[in-house]
């Protein structure tokens, strides 16, 4: 198979996860993985130790890319080609070149800053295919101008069997609206996202809700579920450190930024710790806003930790005394489950999550029986504080069904129902 995907190693963050794992483990059911992807990316997060994960029998292609960051980036001004989703105060002169930035990033380039690759990349791909033997192409997106090189490889190639993962929402994703889409850039984009879905065999989604905005209610089967997960192999030989701490020791892992701010929380720590005798302490390990760091700044029992590798992060996991979770307070996100969700169970500590409700996240926590509130909801999150820091508060999850290996024998056994139709 043929996986084409932006985010590859040495990238880093939660994109580069999902099919970094699956390459790793379909040699074992008979796949033999071909991954395709840029040789220059902008990415905003590199881990180099996720080199060391790429597997031997996994064969990369690469070629350049152009990327309109770097050209913006040369006035001194940094232009977001993926996410934006933090809303940061700044002087009159600044918002409107950060306007107009935005307004081109989201008029210009659609679906995406990355659409200029597809072009080069379908050429480059269609003369691969034909001089080596292809049996399925997958792409993942975002950014899902990758489904646009898997619509071209497919009109070349109509026998190829061909996988559009969705690991987001396409055209109704929240950082959209931060973008100034015009209403004819927003038809251009529904219309790339509506054919790309008639031309896929197959569709696999991250978090159920998503296919109501993809497949109408008598096409629905073509969607497959396949969650994120999290790796045994990740796991192994971690333990936790035996130096007792005084405090309860709470970890963020990830980007937190102004759809996901807490303030409900917050304010819900400093009663607590102004009260309690056990005193909390939050580490945000990653990248935090502006506006959340001036919320906090005058808080001592806030750690602000810099981004980790993945492994190192997986290790300061397993030393926290409870996980906290952060969904975007946007209806978007109803549509969304956080990937970070399952290695959290993993790690067998209490969660404190913040979403929406409903959602998709609610009802998988609801499942599992594990707390959760609204992003101001101060009085919520204290009785959740309270139930975290009993002794006995973990409530065991079976985390087997989202191991990397068992998602990767989910995904092989719809590769072999579409190839098995040749």
């Given amino acids: 198979m043929l996986i084409i995907t932006y985010y590859w190693p040495p990238s880093g963050g939660a994109g580069v996860q999902r099919w970094l794992k699956f390459s ?28 060391g994960e790429v597997s031997s029998l996994v064969q990369v292609l690469k070629i350049p890319i152009f990327e309109p960051s770097r050209v913006v980036s040369l006035f001194g001004r940094k232009m977001s080609t993926t996410r934006m989703g933090a809303s940061t105060k700044s002087n009159n002169k600044t918002s409107i070149i950060k306007g107009f930035i935005s307004w081109v990033r989201g008029n210009i380039f659609v679906p995406d800053a990355r659409v200029t690759w597809v072009k080069p990349a379908v050429k480059f791909v269609n003369r691969w295919i034909s001089e080596n033997h292809i049996d399925a192409i997958i792409t993942t997106g975002p ?20 996988i559009s993962d969705f690991r987001d929402p396409w055209s109704d994703m929240d950082y959209l609206d931060d973008f100034k889409m015009g209403n004819r850039a927003k038809r251009k984009l529904i219309g790339m996202e509506k054919k790309v879905v008639e031309y896929s065999d197959k569709i696999t989604i991250t978090s159920p809700s998503a296919v109501k905005t993809l497949l109408d209610v008598g096409n629905k089967e073509k969607a ?12 192994k030989d971690v333990k936790a450190s035996e130096n007792k701490s005084t405090v309860f020791k709470i970890g963020h892992f990830g980007s937190l930024y102004g759809s996901r701010n807490v303030p409900g929380l917050w304010r819900a720590l400093k009663k ?16 935090v806003g502006d506006e959340i760091k001036l919320e906090l700044k005058d808080d001592q029992h806030v750690k602000f930790c810099p981004s980790l590798s993945h492994k190192q992060a997986i290790i300061e996991m397993i030393d926290c005394d409870a996980l906290l979770l952060v969904q975007n307070a946007t209806d978007a996100a109803r549509k969304c489950t956080p990937g970070k969700v399952f290695e959290y169970i993993a790690c067998e500590k209490p969660i404190l999550s913040i979403c929406n409700s409903p959602s998709d996240l609610a009802t998988q926590l609801e499942n599992w029986g594990l707390p959760f509130c609204d992003h101001e909801d101060e009085d919520a999150a204290y009785e959740i504080l309270k139930k975290i820091t009993k002794s006995d508060a973990p409530l065991k999850v079976d985390p087997s069904p989202y191991e990397r290996k068992a998602l990767t024998k989910k995904l092989v056994y719809e590769l072999d129902l579409l190839t098995k139709q040749n």
Wanted: no cysteine.
């Fill in 24 to 51: 790793k483990y379909l040699p074992e059911f008979g796949w033999d993985p071909v991954v395709f992807t840029p040789e220059n990316p902008d990415v905003p997060v590199e881990d180099i130790t996720l080199l």
């Fill in 143 to 162: 950014p899902h101008s990758m489904h646009l090189i898997g619509l071209g490889v497919k009109k070349t190639y109509p026998e190829l069997k061909w």
């Fill in 224 to 235: 497959t579920l396949i969650q994120n997960g999290w790796d045994s192999l990740d796991f």
């Fill in 272 to 287: 607590w710790n102004q009260i309690e005798s056990l005193k909390i302490e939050i580490y945000l390990v990653g990248s």
